[in-house]
C-alpha cells in the first residue's frame, strides 16, 4: 500500500540505495534560472562535460529582471552579466531558453505547470527552494543547490535519501461559500506546524478541502511546503489535474494524453497507505492569516493582536529571544490589533501568488476603488501568460484606474534582487513567501498575507479582516 | 574538493535560531558568477550599517574569535531558500565545520557538496558547548565521529556515503557517471515525456 510519493520514488530509482545509504533517481524535469546556474555551467565546462539531457532542461530568466519596460537596456550591469551568461549558456549546451522578450517568460514556477511542462508522477527540480510548487501536479519537486544543478545537467540523476511520508489532512464542511484563501490555509499549516515540522519529509495534502480547490490553489499550497521545512509538498493527481493539462502548449496531446491519464489515476495514494507522520486541521476553522515577525511561522489571525514573546514562545527561551528580535526588528509591540497596522507598500506577485486567479480575486476588492494616498502598490504577474489573460479580462484596468503599478512578470519584490525593492523600515503587505530580516529590501518589513488581503489593505492603507468586504 | 579528515579548533558561538539563508548571505550578493568571494558578505546585514561599514559589534568579526573554522550554532540553521552562495560564503569565510541541532535540508546537502562537514548533536550537548566551552579546542574526528572536548568524547551520526565522499574529496558527478549503464538503461525504458 503506497503514497503518491513512495510511487513515484519507485518509478525513477535508477540504482537503489545498499541499506541506508542514497538511491540514484532520475530526473524528468530541470529548470533552471540566471542566478543558480552559472557556476554550474561553469563546472561542466571545466570538467569537459556535456548536458546530458538538453531537451529535458528549460531555462528563463526570473529573479533579477527589471519588471518595468523591456525595450530599455538594462540599468544594472551586473544583472545584464548573469542574464547573457544563461543566454550564452543555454545557447552552448543547446537548452530552451524562454528570454526577457519570450512570450512564455515568466516565473519558473508559473510557467513549467501553464506551459504543461509540469507532469503527474514527474520529477521536477530546479536551483530554486519554491519548486515544491510543481507538486500541485502529484509530481515529487523540489529545490537544490548549485552543486546538485550542475550534477543533473551532466547526468539527468540525483542521489537522495528517501524522504518520510507526511500527510496534512485538510477537511471542511464544503457547505459555505469559501472566503478563506489557499494561502490562509498554508500559513495556518506553517504557524502550526513550525518553519521546521516538515523537515526530512515530503508533504501529501489531503483531504476533502483539497480535492476542491482547482490547480492554481494547490500550487499556492505546495509552493510554501518549504516554509514548513519540507523540499517536497503534492497532492495526488485527479480530474482537476487532468483538466488543467490537457491542451497546454507542451502537455501530451490527443490519444496519447487520454492514455496516460489512466497511468496518471494509479498516481493516487492508496486509500490504506501509510505515512509517518500525520497532521489534520479543519479549514472551517481558519481566518485570514497575517504574518507578524521574521519567518512564515510567526503568523496570527487577523482578528487578533501582535503576541507577546511568552505567549508565543510557550516556554521555548530561544524562541522567545527571536520573537523579541523579531519585534524589535519589525518595529511592533505585544498587545496590538492587527488592524491598527499601518502599511507603505503592497505587492502582489510571486510564484506563491501571481496566478490568474489570485489576480482576479484581488481585482475584485480593488474594483472601483483607490489605493490608499499613504500606500504604494504595485501588482507583479506570474508570467507574460498571466500578463496577457488578465489584461484580456480588463484587471490590467482595475488595477491602474485603483492607483496600483501594472508590471511585467518575473520574481521581483519577493526577494528583491532587481529594482523593486523596500527602502529601510517601509511596511509592506505581500502576497510572497518570505518575511525575513531584509528579504524585500534591507530593512524592510513584511507582512504576508494572502491577495485579497493585500488588495483590502492598499485600499484602507492597514491590515482589515477581508471577510467584511466579500 | 579537499578531503576533510580531522580539525582542532575553538567555536564562534551563533546564539540565535532559525537563521535563514538570507541572513547568511543577502540577495544583493547572489549576482556574482564565481564560488568565491562570498566571505566579506557573510551575516552582511547584521554586520554592516546602511553605508558598509562594519559594527564590529558581530560575533564574526569579534577579535577574540578571529581564525575559527568551527561555527556552533542551534535549531534549524540555513531555512529558506535554496541559494548554495550561502554555503560558498561559510567557506570562504574560513569555517570548516558547522556544529548545531538541526538542520534545514536543502543547506545540509548543499554543505556536503563544498567541504563544509555539518554535525548535528543533541540540544544539551549543544547548550553544554554554548554555556561552558565557548573557549575550549574543539576536535573533530570525521573518521571516528566524535567530537572532543577535554576528555568529554560526543559521538555524532552522519551518513556513510556523504563520510566518504568528504573523507576523501570525491567529486559527486566522477561517482555518478560510473553508472552510465544503469542511467541508459533506464532511459530505454523510461519516457519522460516532452511535446510541442
Known amino acids: 500500500m503506497l503514497t503518491t510519493y513512495d510511487k513515484i520514488w519507485n518509478n525513477h530509482l535508477v540504482y537503489p540505495s545498499d541499506n541506508e545509504g542514497p538511491s540514484l533517481i532520475y530526473i524528468d524535469r530541470h529548470f533552471i534560472h540566471e542566478v543558480t546556474s552559472p557556476q554550474a555551467f561553469d563546472g561542466l565546462r571545466l570538467n569537459n562535460r556535456k548536458v546530458r539531457k538538453?531537451?529535458?532542461?528549460?531555462?528563463?530568466?526570473d529573479h533579477n529582471i527589471p519588471t518595468t519596460n523591456r525595450s530599455l537596456p538594462l540599468v544594472d550591469e551586473v544583472s545584464s552579466l548573469q542574464i547573457k551568461t544563461l543566454q550564452k549558456n543555454c545557447q552552448g549546451f543547446g537548452i530552451t531558453l524562454f528570454d526577457m522578450s519570450d512570450q512564455y517568460q515568466g516565473i519558473v514556477h508559473v510557467i513549467g505547470p501553464e506551459l504543461g511542462l509540469t507532469l503527474p508522477g514527474s520529477t521536477i527540480v530546479c536551483g530554486d527552494s519554491h519548486t515544491s510548487t510543481h507538486g500541485a501536479f502529484g509530481a515529487l519537486a523540489f529545490g537544490i543547490g548549485t552543486s546538485e544543478v550542475e550534477h543533473v545537467l551532466a547526468t539527468q540523476c540525483l542521489w537522495m535519501k528517501k524522504a518520510k511520508n507526511f500527510e496534512i489532512i485538510l477537511n471542511n464542511s464544503l457547505k459555505k461559500d469559501l472566503v478563506i484563501s489557499a494561502k490562509d490555509v498554508i500559513l495556518s499549516i506553517i504557524k502550526n506546524i513550525g518553519t521546521s515540522g516538515g523537515s526530512g519529509s515530503v508533504i501529501e495534502y489531503r483531504g476533502n478541502y483539497i480535492s476542491s480547490l482547482s490547480m492554481e490553489k494547490r500550487m499556492t499550497i505546495c509552493n510554501m511546503s518549504i516554509e514548513a521545512g519540507a523540499r517536497a509538498g503534492l497532492v495526488s493527481p485527479d480530474d482537476v489535474t487532468f483538466d488543467y493539462l490537457r491542451n497546454k502548449t507542451f502537455s501530451p496531446k490527443n490519444e496519447l494524453f487520454e492514455r496516460l491519464i489512466d497511468d496518471w489515476k494509479y498516481l493516487k495514494s492508496d486509500a490504506s497507505a501509510k505515512y509517518d507522520k500525520s497532521f489534520s486541521l479543519n479549514v472551517d476553522d481558519i481566518v485570514p492569516q497575517v504574518t507578524w515577525g521574521t519567518n512564515p511561522s510567526m503568523t496570527v489571525?487577523?482578528?487578533?493582536?501582535?503576541?507577546?514573546?511568552?505567549?508565543?514562545?510557550?516556554?521555548?527561551?530561544?524562541?522567545?529571544?527571536?520573537?523579541i528580535r523579531a519585534l524589535a526588528y519589525m518595529n511592533l509591540t505585544p498587545g496590538v490589533p492587527i488592524t491598527d497596522i499601518s502599511i507603505d507598500r503592497v505587492f502582489i506577485g510571486s510564484c506563491t501568488n501571481a496566478r490568474l486567479e489570485d489576480l482576479i480575486e484581488a481585482s475584485i476588492i480593488v474594483k472601483g476603488k483607490k489605493v490608499s494616498s499613504n500606500v504604494q502598490a504595485m501588482v507583479v504577474p506570474g508570467s507574460q501568460q498571466v500578463k496577457l489573460s488578465a489584461e484580456r479580462?480588463?484587471?490590467?484596468?482595475?488595477?491602474?484606474?485603483?492607483?496600483f503599478?501594472?508590471?511585467?512578470?518575473?520574481c521581483s519584490m519577493c526577494l528583491g534582487m532587481n529594482p523593486d525593492i523596500l527602502l529601510p523600515g517601509e511596511r509592506c503587505a505581500s502576497t510572497s513567501n518570505r518575511n525575513f530580516e531584509g528579504r524585500q529590501g534591507t530593512g524592510g518589513r513584511t507582512h504576508l498575507v494572502s491577495p485579497v488581503m493585500a488588495a483590502a489593505a492598499a485600499v484602507v492603507g492597514k491590515f482589515v479582516d477581508v471577510r467584511e468586504w466579500i | 574538493m579537499e578531503p576533510f579528515k580531522f580539525i582542532k579548533s575553538k567555536p564562534v558561538p551563533l546564539d540565535?535560531?532559525?537563521?535563514?539563508?538570507d541572513q547568511i548571505i543577502p540577495k544583493q550578493f547572489l549576482k556574482l558568477l564565481g564560488k568565491t568571494g562570498y566571505g566579506r558578505y557573510l551575516f552582511y546585514n547584521w554586520r554592516y550599517d546602511e553605508y558598509g561599514n562594519n559594527k564590529s559589534d558581530f560575533v564574526l568579526d569579534l577579535p577574540k574569535f578571529n581564525g575559527r573554522k568551527i561555527l556552533l550554532t542551534r535549531e534549524n540553521f540555513g531555512i529558506g531558500s535554496s541559494r548554495e552562495h550561502a554555503v560558498w560564503a561559510i567557506k570562504d569565510f574560513g569555517f570548516k565545520v558547522i556544529l548545531g541541532i538541526s538542520f534545514a535540508d536543502i543547506f545540509y546537502s548543499n554543505c556536503f557538496k563544498n567541504g563544509i562537514l555539518v554535525i548535528e548533536l543533541d540540544k544539551d550537548k549543544i547548550e553544554k558547548i554554548f554555556s561552558e566551552k565557548i573557549d575550549e579546542d574543539i576536535e573533530i574526528d570525521l573518521l571516528g565521529q566524535t567530537v572532543k572536548i577535554n576528555t568529554e568524547i560526543y559521538s555524532f551520526d552522519i551518513d556513510l556515503t556523504l563520510k566518504s565522499s568528504l573523507l576523501e574529496g570525491i567529486d559527486d558527478i566522477s561517482t555518478t557517471l560510473k553508472y552510465e549503464n544503469f542511467i541508459k538503461e533506464y532511459e530505454i525504458k523510461h519516457d519522460p515525456l516532452v511535446f510541442k
Open chain 1, 54 to 61: 538538453p531537451n529535458l532542461t528549460f531555462a528563463t530568466v
Open chain 1, 301 to 323: 489571525d487577523v482578528t487578533s493582536t501582535i503576541p507577546d514573546p511568552d505567549e508565543y514562545a510557550k516556554g521555548n527561551e530561544e524562541e522567545k529571544k527571536s520573537a
Open chain 1, 405 to 410: 503599478e501594472w508590471r511585467e512578470s518575473g
Open chain 2, 16 to 21: 540565535i535560531v532559525n537563521v535563514d539563508t
Open chain 1, 393 to 403: 479580462m480588463g484587471l490590467d484596468k482595475i488595477f491602474i484606474d485603483a492607483g
